[in-house]
Protein backbone atom coordinates (compact mmCIF):
# COMPACT_ATOMS: atom_id res chain seq x y z
CA UNK A 1 0.00 0.00 0.00
CA UNK A 2 1.58 3.73 -0.95
CA UNK A 3 1.85 5.75 1.71
CA UNK A 4 0.43 9.46 1.38
CA UNK A 5 3.34 12.19 2.12
CA UNK A 6 1.99 15.16 3.74
CA UNK A 7 3.54 18.26 4.93
CA UNK A 8 3.87 20.20 7.53
CA UNK A 9 1.67 22.92 6.41
CA UNK A 10 -0.80 20.94 4.74
CA UNK A 11 -4.51 20.75 5.33
CA UNK A 12 -5.06 17.31 5.90
CA UNK A 13 -9.02 15.75 7.50
CA UNK A 14 -10.98 12.39 7.41
CA UNK A 15 -14.26 13.35 7.31
CA UNK A 16 -16.84 10.48 7.27
CA UNK A 17 -14.58 7.73 6.35
CA UNK A 18 -13.04 9.97 3.42
CA UNK A 19 -9.59 11.59 3.22
CA UNK A 20 -8.97 15.32 2.59
CA UNK A 21 -6.48 17.27 1.82
CA UNK A 22 -6.78 21.13 0.75
CA UNK A 23 -10.47 20.30 2.05
CA UNK A 24 -12.74 19.63 4.48
CA UNK A 25 -15.75 18.10 2.72
CA UNK A 26 -14.30 15.09 0.91
CA UNK A 27 -16.22 13.74 -2.01
CA UNK A 28 -13.91 10.40 -2.40
CA UNK A 29 -11.78 8.59 -0.77
CA UNK A 30 -8.62 10.33 -1.22
CA UNK A 31 -9.27 13.74 -2.53
CA UNK A 32 -6.50 17.00 -3.08
CA UNK A 33 -7.02 20.01 -3.99
CA UNK A 34 -4.65 22.23 -5.63
CA UNK A 35 -1.71 20.72 -6.73
CA UNK A 36 -1.02 16.85 -6.58
CA UNK A 37 2.48 15.11 -6.47
CA UNK A 38 2.61 11.47 -7.30
CA UNK A 39 0.86 8.43 -8.53
CA UNK A 40 -1.85 6.53 -6.09
CA UNK A 41 -3.34 3.27 -6.55
CA UNK A 42 -4.78 2.97 -3.35
CA UNK A 43 -7.45 -0.52 -3.61
CA UNK A 44 -8.91 -3.02 -1.42
CA UNK A 45 -9.56 -0.60 1.93
CA UNK A 46 -13.42 0.76 2.77
CA UNK A 47 -11.88 3.06 4.93
CA UNK A 48 -8.69 4.84 4.46
CA UNK A 49 -7.09 5.41 7.96
CA UNK A 50 -3.43 6.02 7.49
CA UNK A 51 -1.18 8.06 6.63
CA UNK A 52 2.96 9.71 6.82
CA UNK A 53 4.27 12.85 6.92
CA UNK A 54 7.73 14.88 8.16
CA UNK A 55 6.48 14.26 11.39
CA UNK A 56 5.95 10.69 13.25
CA UNK A 57 3.57 8.37 11.52
CA UNK A 58 -0.02 8.12 12.97
CA UNK A 59 -3.04 5.49 13.07
CA UNK A 60 -6.49 6.74 12.91
CA UNK A 61 -9.08 5.18 16.01
CA UNK A 62 -11.79 4.23 13.25
CA UNK A 63 -13.54 1.38 12.25
CA UNK A 64 -11.54 -0.24 9.30
CA UNK A 65 -12.42 -2.83 7.09
CA UNK A 66 -9.84 -5.12 4.98
CA UNK A 67 -12.21 -6.71 1.94
CA UNK A 68 -9.20 -7.54 -0.27
CA UNK A 69 -7.60 -11.34 -0.70
CA UNK A 70 -4.99 -10.33 0.41
CA UNK A 71 -3.50 -7.21 2.18
CA UNK A 72 -0.30 -5.82 3.19
CA UNK A 73 -0.41 -3.15 5.79
CA UNK A 74 3.58 -1.82 6.31
CA UNK A 75 2.87 -1.08 9.84
CA UNK A 76 0.95 -1.47 12.92
CA UNK A 77 -2.77 -0.27 12.82
CA UNK A 78 -4.34 1.14 16.05
CA UNK A 79 -7.80 1.02 16.64
CA UNK A 80 -9.93 3.42 19.03
CA UNK A 81 -11.70 2.27 21.99
CA UNK A 82 -15.37 0.95 21.09
CA UNK A 83 -13.82 0.62 17.66
CA UNK A 84 -13.33 -2.45 14.72
CA UNK A 85 -11.19 -3.95 12.94
CA UNK A 86 -12.63 -6.57 10.26
CA UNK A 87 -10.94 -9.11 7.90
CA UNK A 88 -13.54 -10.20 5.87
CA UNK A 89 -13.49 -13.79 4.68
CA UNK A 90 -10.51 -14.78 2.32
CA UNK A 91 -8.96 -11.59 3.46
CA UNK A 92 -5.44 -11.74 5.00
CA UNK A 93 -3.74 -8.72 7.18
CA UNK A 94 0.10 -8.46 7.81
CA UNK A 95 0.51 -6.57 10.54
CA UNK A 96 4.20 -5.13 10.97
CA UNK A 97 6.14 -4.44 13.40
CA UNK A 98 7.90 -0.58 14.56
CA UNK A 99 11.29 -0.83 15.75
CA UNK A 100 10.84 1.47 18.48
CA UNK A 101 7.90 2.95 20.60
CA UNK A 102 8.27 5.77 22.84
CA UNK A 103 5.28 6.28 25.45
CA UNK A 104 4.72 9.84 27.12
CA UNK A 105 2.71 8.99 30.43
CA UNK A 106 1.41 5.40 30.52
CA UNK A 107 1.16 1.99 28.96
CA UNK A 108 -1.18 -0.28 29.52
CA UNK A 109 -0.92 -4.29 28.84
CA UNK A 110 -3.63 -6.29 28.29
CA UNK A 111 -5.22 -7.95 32.05
CA UNK A 112 -7.05 -10.38 33.19
CA UNK A 113 -6.94 -13.50 35.68
CA UNK A 114 -5.36 -16.94 35.63
CA UNK A 115 -7.91 -18.20 33.06
CA UNK A 116 -8.08 -15.28 30.81
CA UNK A 117 -4.73 -15.98 29.13
CA UNK A 118 -4.68 -16.61 25.79
CA UNK A 119 -4.98 -20.66 24.76
CA UNK A 120 -2.28 -20.05 22.12
CA UNK A 121 -0.20 -17.37 23.37
CA UNK A 122 3.14 -16.61 21.74
CA UNK A 123 6.80 -16.28 22.97
CA UNK A 124 7.26 -12.40 24.31
CA UNK A 125 3.44 -11.65 25.27
CA UNK A 126 3.14 -9.79 28.40
CA UNK A 127 0.04 -9.22 30.08
CA UNK A 128 -1.15 -8.12 33.94
CA UNK A 129 -2.77 -11.29 35.94
CA UNK A 130 -5.49 -9.73 38.25
CA UNK A 131 -5.44 -13.09 40.31
CA UNK A 132 -1.34 -12.71 41.33
CA UNK A 133 -1.37 -8.62 40.84
CA UNK A 134 1.99 -9.20 39.17
CA UNK A 135 3.14 -8.21 35.05
CA UNK A 136 3.61 -11.83 34.05
CA UNK A 137 5.59 -12.73 30.62
CA UNK A 138 5.39 -16.26 28.16
CA UNK A 139 8.47 -17.72 27.77
CA UNK A 140 7.65 -20.15 24.97
CA UNK A 141 6.80 -22.82 27.67
CA UNK A 142 4.94 -21.45 30.42
CA UNK A 143 3.61 -18.36 31.89
CA UNK A 144 6.08 -16.54 34.60
CA UNK A 145 5.91 -13.38 36.80
CA UNK A 146 8.51 -10.81 36.60
CA UNK A 147 10.62 -9.57 39.59
CA UNK A 148 9.77 -6.75 41.43
CA UNK A 149 11.60 -7.42 44.93
CA UNK A 150 15.14 -7.71 43.81
CA UNK A 151 15.62 -10.85 45.62
CA UNK A 152 18.62 -12.68 46.11
CA UNK A 153 17.30 -16.19 46.21
CA UNK A 154 18.35 -16.77 49.87
CA UNK A 155 17.14 -19.40 52.54
CA UNK A 156 17.12 -19.67 56.17
CA UNK A 157 16.59 -22.46 58.67
CA UNK A 158 16.15 -22.31 62.31
CA UNK A 159 15.89 -24.33 65.00
CA UNK A 160 15.75 -27.88 65.78
CA UNK A 161 17.03 -30.82 68.20
CA UNK A 162 20.20 -32.84 67.89
CA UNK A 163 18.85 -34.19 70.48
CA UNK A 164 18.81 -31.19 72.41
CA UNK A 165 17.42 -28.17 71.51
CA UNK A 166 19.46 -25.65 69.35
CA UNK A 167 18.72 -21.71 69.10
CA UNK A 168 20.88 -22.21 65.15
CA UNK A 169 19.48 -19.78 62.34
CA UNK A 170 21.98 -20.80 59.45
CA UNK A 171 21.31 -19.67 55.54
CA UNK A 172 22.00 -21.44 51.91
CA UNK A 173 21.95 -19.60 48.46
CA UNK A 174 18.98 -21.46 46.76
CA UNK A 175 20.59 -20.77 43.19
CA UNK A 176 24.06 -22.41 43.66
CA UNK A 177 24.96 -25.64 45.37
CA UNK A 178 27.04 -25.89 48.45
CA UNK A 179 26.60 -26.28 52.38
CA UNK A 180 24.68 -23.96 54.64
CA UNK A 181 26.50 -21.48 56.79
CA UNK A 182 25.65 -19.64 59.84
CA UNK A 183 23.17 -16.85 60.03
CA UNK A 184 22.87 -16.16 63.82
CA UNK A 185 20.60 -17.52 66.51
CA UNK A 186 16.75 -17.53 67.88
CA UNK A 187 16.48 -15.65 71.41
CA UNK A 188 15.91 -18.83 72.61
CA UNK A 189 16.65 -22.39 71.62
CA UNK A 190 13.67 -23.94 69.96
CA UNK A 191 12.26 -26.87 68.51
CA UNK A 192 8.80 -27.49 66.61
CA UNK A 193 8.18 -23.96 65.51
CA UNK A 194 6.95 -22.69 62.20
CA UNK A 195 8.30 -20.05 59.66
CA UNK A 196 7.15 -17.93 56.90
CA UNK A 197 8.70 -14.18 55.24
CA UNK A 198 8.39 -11.49 52.85
CA UNK A 199 11.20 -10.50 50.56
CA UNK A 200 12.52 -8.36 53.66
CA UNK A 201 11.99 -10.25 56.78
CA UNK A 202 11.54 -13.42 58.25
CA UNK A 203 9.60 -15.05 61.08
CA UNK A 204 10.14 -18.15 63.40
CA UNK A 205 6.40 -18.24 65.57
CA UNK A 206 5.95 -21.06 68.28
CA UNK A 207 7.83 -24.08 69.45
CA UNK A 208 8.65 -26.78 72.50
CA UNK A 209 11.59 -26.30 74.89
CA UNK A 210 10.43 -28.08 75.99
CA UNK A 211 7.14 -26.26 77.20
CA UNK A 212 4.84 -24.91 74.69
CA UNK A 213 5.49 -21.04 73.67
CA UNK A 214 3.63 -18.28 71.75
CA UNK A 215 7.32 -16.60 70.84
CA UNK A 216 7.65 -14.78 67.50
CA UNK A 217 11.23 -14.01 66.59
CA UNK A 218 12.11 -12.04 62.58
CA UNK A 219 15.11 -11.69 61.02
CA UNK A 220 16.04 -9.52 58.20
CA UNK A 221 16.69 -11.81 55.39
CA UNK A 222 19.63 -10.03 53.56
CA UNK A 223 21.37 -9.54 56.65
CA UNK A 224 22.94 -11.98 59.53
CA UNK A 225 22.37 -11.72 62.96
CA UNK A 226 19.95 -12.64 65.78
CA UNK A 227 16.05 -13.26 66.35
CA UNK A 228 14.52 -9.76 67.55
CA UNK A 229 11.04 -10.15 69.37
CA UNK A 230 8.15 -9.63 66.85
CA UNK A 231 5.39 -10.34 68.64
CA UNK A 232 3.07 -13.79 69.93
CA UNK A 233 1.03 -15.97 68.74
CA UNK A 234 -2.71 -16.14 69.75
CA UNK A 235 -1.32 -19.05 71.89
CA UNK A 236 1.21 -20.94 72.63
CA UNK A 237 1.90 -24.10 69.76
CA UNK A 238 4.36 -25.72 68.26
CA UNK A 239 4.31 -28.09 65.16
CA UNK A 240 2.21 -25.63 63.24
CA UNK A 241 2.87 -24.98 59.93
CA UNK A 242 3.87 -21.37 57.95
CA UNK A 243 3.35 -19.74 54.91
CA UNK A 244 3.02 -16.16 53.63
CA UNK A 245 2.44 -13.70 50.86
CA UNK A 246 4.19 -10.33 50.45
CA UNK A 247 2.22 -8.80 53.54
CA UNK A 248 1.36 -11.37 55.27
CA UNK A 249 2.06 -14.31 57.27
CA UNK A 250 -0.11 -17.33 58.42
CA UNK A 251 0.28 -19.63 60.89
CA UNK A 252 -2.02 -23.33 60.30
CA UNK A 253 -2.56 -25.95 63.18
CA UNK A 254 -0.54 -26.99 65.41
CA UNK A 255 -0.63 -28.94 69.22
CA UNK A 256 -1.60 -26.63 72.34
CA UNK A 257 -1.29 -29.72 73.77
CA UNK A 258 -3.91 -31.08 72.02
CA UNK A 259 -4.21 -31.00 68.04
CA UNK A 260 -5.79 -27.83 67.10
CA UNK A 261 -7.17 -26.42 63.35
CA UNK A 262 -6.04 -22.05 64.43
CA UNK A 263 -4.96 -20.11 61.51
CA UNK A 264 -3.49 -17.16 63.10
CA UNK A 265 -2.35 -14.06 60.75
CA UNK A 266 0.52 -11.45 60.96
CA UNK A 267 0.92 -8.40 59.15
CA UNK A 268 5.30 -9.44 58.90
CA UNK A 269 6.55 -5.29 58.64
CA UNK A 270 4.83 -4.40 61.50
CA UNK A 271 5.41 -5.60 64.88
CA UNK A 272 2.54 -7.38 67.56
CA UNK A 273 0.56 -9.84 68.41
CA UNK A 274 -0.97 -12.64 65.68
CA UNK A 275 -4.71 -12.50 64.93
CA UNK A 276 -7.37 -14.66 64.68
CA UNK A 277 -7.65 -15.93 60.62
CA UNK A 278 -9.87 -18.96 60.91
CA UNK A 279 -10.02 -22.51 61.19
CA UNK A 280 -8.55 -25.25 58.80
CA UNK A 281 -10.95 -27.94 58.08
CA UNK A 282 -8.97 -30.45 60.04
CA UNK A 283 -8.05 -30.33 63.70
CA UNK A 284 -3.96 -31.56 63.22
CA UNK A 285 -0.03 -31.12 64.33
CA UNK A 286 3.41 -31.84 62.63
CA UNK A 287 1.36 -29.28 59.62
CA UNK A 288 2.77 -27.55 56.59
CA UNK A 289 1.83 -24.97 54.16
CA UNK A 290 3.08 -23.02 50.78
CA UNK A 291 1.65 -20.35 48.82
CA UNK A 292 1.17 -18.50 46.05
CA UNK A 293 0.90 -14.40 46.42
CA UNK A 294 -3.28 -15.16 46.63
CA UNK A 295 -4.02 -18.56 48.24
CA UNK A 296 -2.36 -20.86 51.21
CA UNK A 297 -2.16 -24.29 51.04
CA UNK A 298 -1.87 -27.07 54.07
CA UNK A 299 -1.09 -30.70 52.81
CA UNK A 300 -1.20 -33.70 55.18
CA UNK A 301 -0.30 -33.79 58.78
CA UNK A 302 -1.29 -35.45 61.60
CA UNK A 303 -4.60 -35.47 63.21
CA UNK A 304 -4.32 -38.90 65.51
CA UNK A 305 -2.86 -40.36 62.13
CA UNK A 306 -1.49 -39.52 59.17
CA UNK A 307 -3.66 -37.67 56.31
CA UNK A 308 -4.19 -37.24 52.95
CA UNK A 309 -6.25 -34.56 53.13
CA UNK A 310 -5.38 -30.52 51.65
CA UNK A 311 -6.83 -27.61 53.07
CA UNK A 312 -6.81 -24.25 51.01
CA UNK A 313 -7.88 -19.98 51.74
CA UNK A 314 -7.64 -17.24 50.19
CA UNK A 315 -4.76 -15.05 52.09
CA UNK A 316 -6.02 -11.60 51.49
CA UNK A 317 -9.28 -12.36 53.22
CA UNK A 318 -10.40 -14.05 56.78
CA UNK A 319 -12.27 -17.06 56.92
CA UNK A 320 -12.02 -20.65 57.70
CA UNK A 321 -10.31 -23.34 54.78
CA UNK A 322 -11.94 -25.57 52.54
CA UNK A 323 -10.70 -28.70 51.09
CA UNK A 324 -8.06 -28.24 47.92
CA UNK A 325 -8.50 -32.14 47.24
CA UNK A 326 -5.84 -34.95 48.19
CA UNK A 327 -2.30 -36.41 48.41
CA UNK A 328 -1.39 -39.59 46.91
CA UNK A 329 -0.24 -40.96 50.22
CA UNK A 330 -0.72 -40.40 53.99
CA UNK A 331 1.74 -38.12 55.32
CA UNK A 332 2.96 -35.51 58.63
CA UNK A 333 5.90 -33.00 59.51
CA UNK A 334 6.35 -33.27 55.35
CA UNK A 335 8.73 -30.66 53.68
CA UNK A 336 6.28 -27.76 51.66
CA UNK A 337 7.44 -25.10 49.15
CA UNK A 338 6.04 -23.72 45.55
CA UNK A 339 6.92 -21.34 43.62
CA UNK A 340 4.03 -18.88 42.56
CA UNK A 341 1.88 -21.62 40.23
CA UNK A 342 3.01 -25.16 41.69
CA UNK A 343 3.37 -26.23 45.52
CA UNK A 344 5.83 -29.26 46.26
CA UNK A 345 4.74 -31.65 49.09
CA UNK A 346 8.17 -34.19 49.67
CA UNK A 347 8.95 -36.39 52.78
CA UNK A 348 7.53 -36.74 56.05
CA UNK A 349 6.46 -40.15 58.09
CA UNK A 350 3.62 -41.96 56.57
CA UNK A 351 2.65 -43.56 60.21
CA UNK A 352 5.27 -43.10 62.97
CA UNK A 353 8.68 -41.52 62.73
CA UNK A 354 9.89 -45.27 61.94
CA UNK A 355 8.24 -44.93 58.48
CA UNK A 356 9.89 -42.86 56.41
CA UNK A 357 8.65 -41.18 52.78
CA UNK A 358 11.13 -40.54 50.06
CA UNK A 359 8.40 -38.74 47.75
CA UNK A 360 7.44 -35.92 46.08
CA UNK A 361 3.96 -34.66 44.94
CA UNK A 362 3.23 -31.64 42.93
CA UNK A 363 -0.42 -29.34 42.76
CA UNK A 364 -1.08 -26.63 40.78
CA UNK A 365 -2.52 -23.67 43.44
CA UNK A 366 -4.69 -21.82 41.31
CA UNK A 367 -6.83 -25.10 40.36
CA UNK A 368 -8.65 -27.58 43.03
CA UNK A 369 -7.67 -31.45 42.99
CA UNK A 370 -5.63 -34.32 44.20
CA UNK A 371 -1.89 -34.20 44.25
CA UNK A 372 0.76 -35.80 41.41
CA UNK A 373 3.61 -37.46 41.43
CA UNK A 374 7.21 -35.40 40.76
CA UNK A 375 9.77 -38.23 41.52
CA UNK A 376 12.03 -39.03 44.44
CA UNK A 377 13.79 -36.98 47.29
CA UNK A 378 17.80 -38.64 47.73
CA UNK A 379 16.94 -40.23 50.99
CA UNK A 380 13.48 -40.77 52.96
CA UNK A 381 13.21 -38.04 55.63
CA UNK A 382 11.46 -36.20 58.37
CA UNK A 383 10.78 -33.26 60.88
CA UNK A 384 12.84 -30.88 58.36
CA UNK A 385 12.85 -27.18 56.59
CA UNK A 386 12.46 -26.83 52.87
CA UNK A 387 12.89 -23.12 50.95
CA UNK A 388 12.11 -22.13 47.26
CA UNK A 389 12.67 -19.21 44.62
CA UNK A 390 10.46 -18.90 41.88
CA UNK A 391 12.98 -22.21 40.20
CA UNK A 392 14.13 -24.02 42.21
CA UNK A 393 12.97 -26.07 45.67
CA UNK A 394 15.67 -26.86 48.37
CA UNK A 395 14.89 -29.59 51.18
CA UNK A 396 17.81 -29.25 54.24
CA UNK A 397 18.45 -32.03 56.84
CA UNK A 398 15.43 -34.21 58.98
CA UNK A 399 15.20 -37.19 60.50
CA UNK A 400 15.84 -40.28 58.72
CA UNK A 401 15.37 -42.89 61.18
CA UNK A 402 17.35 -43.43 63.64
CA UNK A 403 19.46 -40.91 62.97
CA UNK A 404 19.42 -37.44 62.35
CA UNK A 405 20.89 -36.15 58.78
CA UNK A 406 22.47 -33.03 57.40
CA UNK A 407 21.67 -33.84 53.50
CA UNK A 408 20.36 -31.08 51.80
CA UNK A 409 18.71 -31.75 47.99
CA UNK A 410 16.97 -29.49 45.71
CA UNK A 411 15.17 -29.91 42.91
CA UNK A 412 13.54 -27.91 39.38
CA UNK A 413 10.10 -27.01 40.44
CA UNK A 414 8.41 -26.96 37.16
CA UNK A 415 9.86 -29.97 36.12
CA UNK A 416 9.55 -33.56 37.31
CA UNK A 417 12.09 -36.12 38.64
CA UNK A 418 13.90 -37.26 41.32
CA UNK A 419 15.59 -34.26 43.91
CA UNK A 420 19.49 -34.08 43.48
CA UNK A 421 22.40 -33.40 46.01
CA UNK A 422 22.73 -30.45 46.71
CA UNK A 423 25.32 -29.97 50.16
CA UNK A 424 24.79 -30.35 53.93
CA UNK A 425 23.44 -28.49 56.85
CA UNK A 426 25.54 -27.10 59.42
CA UNK A 427 24.67 -29.74 61.53
CA UNK A 428 22.46 -32.85 61.32
CA UNK A 429 18.89 -32.31 63.68
CA UNK A 430 15.59 -32.80 62.99
CA UNK A 431 12.02 -30.67 64.44
CA UNK A 432 12.93 -27.82 62.61
CA UNK A 433 10.70 -27.11 59.93
CA UNK A 434 10.57 -23.62 60.48
CA UNK A 435 12.01 -21.81 57.17
CA UNK A 436 12.38 -18.38 55.64
CA UNK A 437 13.17 -17.02 52.17
CA UNK A 438 13.48 -14.11 49.91
CA UNK A 439 11.81 -15.24 46.67
CA UNK A 440 9.21 -17.76 47.71
CA UNK A 441 6.20 -18.75 45.10
CA UNK A 442 3.88 -16.55 47.68
CA UNK A 443 5.99 -12.98 46.37
CA UNK A 444 4.93 -13.51 42.79
CA UNK A 445 8.51 -12.68 41.77
CA UNK A 446 10.45 -14.59 38.80
Not at 323 to 335: E, I, P, S, V
Not at 386 to 403: E, K, L, M, N, Q
Not at 428 to 446: C, E, M, N, P
Amino acid sequence: MPTIRIGFGSDFSLVNQLVGVGTTAADSKLEVTNTLKGDFNITGFTTLTRYGGFVGQKQSGDDITITTSVTTISEDIIVGLGKTFTVSVGSTAEVGVLDNVSIGTHFSVPNGGIAARTEEPVEGMVRFNNDLNTLEFYNGVEWRQFTVTGASGRGLFAGGANPTTLSIIDYINIHTLGNSLNFGNLITADSRLAGCSSAIRGLFAGGENPALNDDIDYVTISSEGNGIDFGNLSQARGTAGGCASSTRGLFCGGRNPSNVNTIDYVEIQTLGNALDFGDLTVVIQWASALSSPTRAIVPGGEGGARITNIDTFTIASKGNAVKFGDLQQRRGANYALSNNVRGIIAGGDEANPLLMVNTIEFLTIASFGNAIDFGDLTRARAYGPCASSSTRGVFSHGYDAPSFTNTIDYITIMSSGNAQDFGDSTTGRQFSQASASDSHGGLGGF
